[in-house]
C-alpha cells in the first residue's frame, strides 16, 4: 500500500536493558544524540568557497530518570567507576522502543556506557511526588535495529 497512513510510535513505552538485565521504572531516557564535527578549511586559490571535511564523531551522555527505590545496582555501579575508573567497568546498554502493544520496534544498542553523574532526589516534606534519581551515562557509540516488521502493522 503507497499511501498507507504510518503513526508514531508512542514515546512512554520504552525498556531500558543494561548487560541484558531489563530494568523497569526508568520515567525518562534521553540523549540518544550523535554528531560530527565538521572541520572547514580554504583551499588555495580558491577564495569563494569553504571546504567542510567530515571531523571527530562525538555522542551526548544519556540521562536516565528513575523513581528512588531500595535498588541500589545503578549506586553501585557509579561507586565501582569512581573507584576503579570506567575501564573495566564500561556495560552494553539497549534502550528498546515499543509500540502500543508493547512490542519492540527499535532498539538502540548503546556501547561501552558507563556512569559518570549520579544525582539524588530533591526531599521536600511538603510535597507528595515520588523521589527522582538521575544517572549520566557516557558512551563511545550508538547504533539503531529497526524491526522489519515494525512499519508493516
Known sequence: MANARVDPFPRYNFVV?????????FMTCSGLEEETEVREYREGGD???????????SYAPIVLEMGSTADAELWEWR??????????????????????SREEV???IVRDAWPSKFTAPE???????NAVETVEIQHEGLELVVRPSAFSE
Not at 17 to 25: F, Q, S, T, V, Y
Request: charged share 30%; hydrophobic share 30%; proline share 0%.
Open 17 to 25: 536493558e543494561i548487560d541484558a538485565l531489563r530494568r523497569a521504572g
Open 79 to 100: 561507586q565501582s567507576v569512581k573507584r576503579e575508573g570506567a575501564q573495566g567497568n564500561r556495560k552494553s546498554i539497549q534502550i528498546i522502543q515499543q509500540n502500543e
Open 106 to 108: 527499535k532498539r538502540w
Open 123 to 129: 526531599f521536600d516534606a511538603s510535597s507528595s511526588e
Open 47 to 57: 577564495n569563494s568557497t569553504v571546504r567542510k571535511l567530515a571531523g571527530l564523531n
